[in-house]
T-cell receptor
Framework: QQPVQSPQAVILREGEDAVINCSSSKALYSVHWYRQKHGEAPVFLMILLKGGEQKGHEKISASFNEKKQQSSLYLTASQLSYSGTYFCGTDITKYGGATNKLIFGTGTLLAVQP | DTGVSQNPRHKITKRGQNVTFRCDPISEHNRLYWYRQTLGQGPEFLTYFQNEAQLEKSRLLSDRFSAERPKGSFSTLEIQRTEQGDSAMYLC???????????????FGPGTRLTVL
């Protein structure tokens, strides 16, 4: 049930772009994206609901393809502060609704270098 | 600060001892979640409460684990007869969900790092 994230790790120079993918084998109600720095709590980035949507948050945006049960996180013009591990949390749909129990992906380690 | 708080931040215990962690959610948040995270892995769901009712427990949660939220505010997670495999970061998250019960945004606390020797 655990969603698979790709790539496992990516190294960027400041200003470069990156895409992180999250793929589930189960039908999803929503996808939640978090960033976690070492030794700290996961920080909420954005949530995408079924119905297929795309959201943006400054230079970070995401899309959710409900039919493919996939979500992608787009990081543009990366900054040093973007470094960390990115997790997608998937809410598997049950009887058409949310289960409210997030199943987190395997994580993608992002390192942004000057 | 109105974020989720957890205490203690670190706990070192000997195998076989009981430990208790506390989580104070964001004020007025009606849902509270407990997750466990081991090194290099994403958080793993343990249980969650809506107000004082415990609505779901993971099958991973053995009978040595118990959680309470007696007044619908703070919550405690107790681990009895700790084992070395219990060593992990225990994360608490809270959210505010409306009457529709729709999906919610979960805000995480800093976690309690448990080391069982």
């Amino acid at each position: 049930q655990q969603p698979v994230q790709s790539p496992q790790a990516v190294i960027l120079r400041e200003g470069e772009d990156a895409v992180i993918n999250c793929s589930s084998s189960k039908a999803l109600y929503s996808v939640h994206w978090y960033r976690q720095k070492h030794g700290e709590a996961p920080v909420f980035l954005m949530i995408l609901l079924k119905g297929g949507e795309q959201k943006g948050h400054e230079k970070i945006s995401a899309s959710f393809n409900e039919k493919k049960q996939q979500s992608s996180l787009y990081l543009t013009a990366s900054q040093l502060s973007y470094s960390g591990t990115y997790f997608c949390g998937t809410d598997i749909t049950k009887y058409g609704g949310a289960t409210n129990k997030l199943i987190f992906g395997t994580g993608t380690l992002l390192a942004v270098q000057p | 600060d109105t974020g989720v708080s957890q205490n203690p931040r670190h706990k070192i215990t000997k195998r076989g001892q009981n430990v208790t962690f506390r989580c104070d959610p964001i004020s007025e948040h009606n849902r509270l979640y407990w997750y466990r995270q081991t090194l290099g892995q994403g958080p793993e769901f343990l249980t969650y409460f809506q107000n004082e009712a415990q609505l779901e427990k993971s099958r991973l949660l053995s009978d040595r684990f118990s959680a309470e939220r007696p007044k619908g505010s703070f919550s405690t997670l107790e681990i009895q007869r700790t084992e070395q495999g219990d060593s992990a970061m225990y994360l608490c998250a809270s959210s505010l969900v409306g009457t529709s019960g729709d999906t919610d945004t979960q805000y995480f606390g800093p976690g309690t790092r448990l080391t069982v020797l």
